[in-house]
């Protein structure tokens, strides 16, 4: 994955595409190459890349605005990679762990100062997410197959539930790990639905299902009771709704009357 994916094109006879990390690697030899007297033509035939398009570099970074030393370093290979390294982790610590959208992204790079030197539009922060979203699903993948062999046998408890967004997505998350075991997408939430959906997901790993947390829905009181025949455990906000309704009009008449006996 880059973080930006600005590409300089040579004349159309050689089509030789750089990015930006091998555009701003050549951009530091041809600086110290001059200093030591080499011609930009004797460079530009060395490397094989058009003298137009080393000149198009050096304006571009000639016209920067900020600190010639925060342009120095952000323009080197070493700065792309740091800039690399604060997107990603913008994206996975604030987007993927946190509540944040792509578009605090932007408005931390435009605050910052960064866009500058990596795109801050909404497109371009969009597909840097995409790939970190693919990248995640693909080390899940990974490393799912590298270490299911090897896990203990061991029973876990499944809190389970369904989620919308543009559609229903089941979801069980193991309680003790806090690690997602499904997350998938389904036309219904009966009791065999969500069966099919929990044993695919746990194909392959040493555990055991020995409870699930649930609330009061039909399909996944099926799956519990008949289905698989474990422990059901209410979820914390149900059991609130029960106490809120035991006892929310006592406290709240207790509440308002010594005000209106004042």
């Known amino acids: 994955m880059q973080v930006d994916d600005t590409t300089v094109a040579v004349p159309s006879e050689s089509r030789k595409r750089w990015d930006r990390v091998e555009a701003a690697g050549l951009l530091a030899e041809l600086e110290s190459a001059r200093d030591q007297r080499v011609s930009e033509r004797e460079f530009a035939e060395e490397h094989g890349v058009a003298r137009s398009t080393l000149r198009s570099w050096s304006e571009r970074k000639a016209g920067l605005d900020g600190d010639p030393a925060l342009v120095e370093f952000f323009e080197s290979p070493s700065g792309l990679a740091f800039i690399h390294l604060i997107v990603t982790l913008l994206h996975l610590i604030f987007c993927q762990l946190g509540p944040c959208g792509v578009d605090r992204v932007c408005q931390f790079l435009k605050l910052s100062g960064l866009a500058a030197f990596v795109g801050s539009s909404h497109g371009s922060q969009q597909q840097v997410s995409v790939e970190i979203r693919r990248e995640i699903v693909e080390f899940e993948r990974d490393q799912h197959a590298k270490l299911s062999p090897g896990m203990r046998e061991r029973p876990i408890v499944i809190a389970a539930d369904e989620t919308w967004l543009n559609e229903m997505c089941l979801v069980g998350i193991d309680t003790r790990s806090n690690y997602i075991l499904v997350e998938e997408y389904a036309d219904s939430r009966d009791g065999e639905t969500w069966q099919t959906v929990v ?43 029960d106490l809120w309704k035991a006892l929310g009009q006592a406290n709240r008449r207790s509440l308002l009357e010594p005000a209106e006996a004042m």
């Open 199 to 241: 044993e695919r997901a746990l194909k392959g790993l040493r555990v055991k299902v020995v409870g699930i947390a649930a609330d009061e829905a039909a399909g996944l009181g099926r799956l519990i009771q008949s289905l698989l025949g474990v422990q059901k455990s209410p979820d914390v906000l149900h059991v609130q709704m």
